[in-house]
């Protein structure tokens, strides 16, 4: 289910929209082939007819319904999470019937982390840590697909953002301080070469 375009600003565009990895769906469908196992196992290992056979075939059965039951609800939050990027913010959103979610603007993103095992760098699964200078300080969203790209991505539409708003009127004193600031930060990251850094800084004490 992709995200609503109608909660989005005017002049807003996505550029990424997209839900959990599919090894979100590891533990339930786990529990769901060691359920169909186990009453495999239960069936043939025990005599028919008898009581033992009926109360562990009873207990297979409610273990396999359960366990179905799990792996769909886990679908319907796959179906109604969304990681999106935009050229304004960073929003995640999940819920099936009650929704909350996280609104994170590009100017306050700070610091961009992923982090990956060598199995979900097989995967191509992990997690990603935001820093940003809001209330919350860090958010760390788990089961993201190929986070060294979606870091990327957070960076360059960080450096369009902050490109459109350098083409602005001229700020004020604290705002030019902020800006170059993040100018620096984004330096640092490898995010702006030493060229554009110098353009833009022209540009802001023009």
Do not use: C
């Not at 273990?63 to 179906?79: E, G, K």
């Not at 702006?192 to 110098?198: G, H, I, M, R, V």
Request: aromatic fraction near 8%.
């Amino acid at each position: 289910m992709p995200f609503p375009k109608k909660y989005l600003n005017a002049n807003e565009t996505i550029a990424l929209d997209m839900h959990p990895h599919w090894w979100y769906f590891s533990e339930p469908a786990l529990s769901l082939l060691g359920s169909i196992i186990l009453g495999i196992v239960v069936l043939a290992k025990t005599d028919a007819g008898t009581n033992g056979r009926r109360v562990l075939g009873l207990i297979a059965l409610a273990l396999l319904v359960l366990t179905a039951i799990w792996l769909v609800i886990r679908y319907l939050n796959w179906l109604t999470t969304n990681f999106v990027i935009t050229s304004n913010r960073l929003i995640f959103r999940h819920g099936v019937v009650g929704k909350s979610g996280i609104e994170i603007p590009l100017e306050r993103v700070n610091n961009v982390n992923f982090n990956q095992s060598v199995f979900e760098r097989i995967l191509g699964a992990g997690d990603l840590l935001i820093e940003s200078g809001g209330e919350d300080g860090q958010q760390r969203f788990t089961d993201i697909r190929h986070p060294a790209q979606v870091q990327n991505l957070i960076h360059a539409q960080m450096e369009g953002h902050f490109q459109k708003r350098a083409s602005y009127a001229p700020a004020s004193t604290g705002d030019v301080t902020e800006q170059l600031e993040r100018l620096e930060g984004m330096l640092q990251r490898g995010t702006l070469t030493q060229e554009e850094f110098d353009a833009q800084k022209a540009k802001l004490l023009g």
